[in-house]
């Protein structure tokens, strides 16, 4: 059932203990309140409305201190559904190597093997609406056996979700279910503490005052920025915010540095393996995605590669015969960079990269001191981008680069500030700059000195406070993160399961 929190009489969710609350309707909320079992009462609360609105929004309003990111306000929505209203698509699962312990000196990685996601793929791919890894057909494999060959790089695949928009995939369940409350405008606002438990949370509409709720438990389902957010701004009785005895609440934001790391041109052979791919496969499907092996390669940095290779019918063209004669000269092509205020890609093609970072307690979540409608104070993202996540990119595009040319596919140039060994990144729009992917706020870990939530998600010292979402992640890989939000939310609700009943 959906209502309003507004259109509810006083007194109407105040009189009961719910067994679950939920906090956020996103991928991972919505993930967990539909895997529990129909009969389990549970209250699915959602800050926002059914769609965008402009005064839920500006909750998520912060400032950004450290390296240039996306407007906070834009990095996210704030309405049923969540960010899954205007994300991608791009599903890929962590590899088995992202579990492996970090290299010495950084952060413990995942409590657990690949082995404790693996049995919510299939599931992870059904709610994601994923499609089958398509046969390569027999006029694409010239082109896809060219790769084959690299020696440090193997295939790396994405899936791509329609892309599935949660509110709307799950719209039935979320009206019918009658265990099920959702409730919009239900801004999630503070916690009252009793010794190790969440005695009450309160819950509040924009203008109204707060109603103090008893739940069992509580998830946290708000977002890799707003998870730590919320936390940072409770306080426990004995002090200190929930879940930071080892200062890392809020601490190590990683994102998916995005980047372009170069332009490559085809030997004649690959160019008409491609003009015959792209026959047969749509442009998307020409698309090659690799990443470094196991081994040294994949120690030195793991990475997702996208060969991007373009239309070459589109070089015949004027516009294809202009770009080649701007791209011959440097003078030519820097003209034409400042005069669009863009890179200029010359070539068949980009090589595009998006990166892991390692976790760092530095980039981080805090609060500001300027504080939103609700009460509460505002975030400030310091993200760093450092000179190690360049020297990542460099040293892979660098053994790309070599890979290709020795086994005779192309020859890549890679862009100047990327062959610069400093801390100098390209700012957008010309770039992607990064994912939109929020992740490690309220890592994992079975250690509450270097982890904010237990194995479980639970937030160590709090015997019924759970989170939910990226911000758990320990370490992220390079593959876009919603596929492991879902796998995690479909473990989480297997767990929660028999505390609840
Ligand atoms: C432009 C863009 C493209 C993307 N593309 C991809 C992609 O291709 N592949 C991929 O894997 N990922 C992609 N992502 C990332 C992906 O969208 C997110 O990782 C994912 O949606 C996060 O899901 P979530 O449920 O954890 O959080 P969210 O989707 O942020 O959901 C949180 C929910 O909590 C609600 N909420 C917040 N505060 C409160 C409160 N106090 N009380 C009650 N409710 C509250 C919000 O309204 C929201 O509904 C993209 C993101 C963006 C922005």
């Not at 026959?279 to 590669?305: F, K, N, T, V, W």
């Amino acid at each position: 059932m959906i209502r309003r929190l507004r259109d509810l009489r006083p007194g109407e969710l105040e009189g009961r203990e719910w067994p679950l609350v939920i906090a956020g309707a996103g991928m991972a909320g919505i993930t967990l309140a539909a895997s529990l079992p129909e009969d389990l009462p549970v209250l699915l609360l959602e800050g926002g409305g059914e769609h965008y609105d402009p005064r839920s929004q500006d909750v998520y309003a912060g400032r950004i201190d450290g390296h240039p990111y996306f407007p906070l306000v834009q990095t996210r929505l704030r309405f049923l559904g969540g960010s899954s209203n205007h994300w991608a698509g791009w599903c890929r699962p962590l590899d088995a190597e992202d579990f492996d312990a970090p290299p010495s000196g950084e952060l413990p990685g995942w409590p657990f093997g690949i082995q404790e996601l693996e049995p919510w793929a299939e599931k992870a791919s059904e709610i994601l609406e994923l499609p089958a890894l398509a046969e390569t057909p027999p006029a694409a494999r010239a082109w896809e056996e060219l790769f084959a060959g690299l020696p440090s790089f193997g295939n790396a695949p994405f899936r791509f979700s329609p892309p599935t928009r949660f509110a709307a995939r799950f719209a039935d369940l979320l009206r019918d279910r009658s265990a099920l409350q959702v409730l919009l405008g239900a801004n999630l606002v503070g916690l009252d503490f009793e010794r190790s438990r969440v005695s009450h949370l309160r819950v509040r509409a924009f203008g109204q005052a707060p109603r103090k709720l008893k739940a069992r438990a509580l998830v946290l389902a708000m977002g890799g920025i707003e998870n730590p957010r919320f936390l940072l701004n409770q306080s426990l009785p004995a002090g200190g915010a929930p879940g930071d005895q080892g200062g890392l609440l809020g601490a190590c934001f990683s994102e998916h540095p995005h980047f372009v790391l170069g332009a490559f041109v085809l030997e004649d052979h690959a160019l008409r393996a491609l003009r015959q791919a792209r026959q047969a496969l749509d442009p998307l499907a020409c698309h090659r995605y690799l990443a470094p092996l196991p081994g040294e390669a994949r120690q030195a940095g793991a990475i997702g590669l996208r060969f991007e290779a373009w239309d070459p019918a589109n070089s015949d063209t004027f516009r294809g015969r202009l770009k080649r004669l701007l791209c011959a000269r440097d003078w030519s092509r820097d003209l034409v960079e400042n005069l669009r205020g863009e890179a200029l890609h010359c070539g068949d093609g980009v090589l595009k990269g998006a990166a892991e970072q390692p976790q760092r307690p530095q980039s981080r979540v805090r609060l500001g001191s300027e504080v939103d409608e609700l009460g509460l104070r505002r975030p400030t993202l310091d993200w760093k981008l450092q000179r190690e996540d360049k020297d990542l990119l460099r040293r892979q595009a660098l053994r790309m680069g070599q890979e290709l040319a020795l086994c005779g596919i192309a020859r890549l140039r890679l862009p100047e500030w990327l062959l610069e060994e400093d801390d100098h990144f390209p700012l957008f729009p010309q770039e992607e700059l990064a994912g939109h992917h929020h992740m490690g706020t309220t890592r994992i870990s079975q250690d509450p000195m270097v982890g904010v939530c237990d194995p479980q998600g639970r937030v160590h010292g709090l015997d019924n406070l759970f989170v939910a979402g990226s911000s758990l992640f320990p370490r992220c890989g390079y593959a876009n993160p919603s596929f492991t939000i879902v796998q995690l939310a479909l473990r989480q609700a297997q767990f929660l399961r028999p505390c609840l009943l």
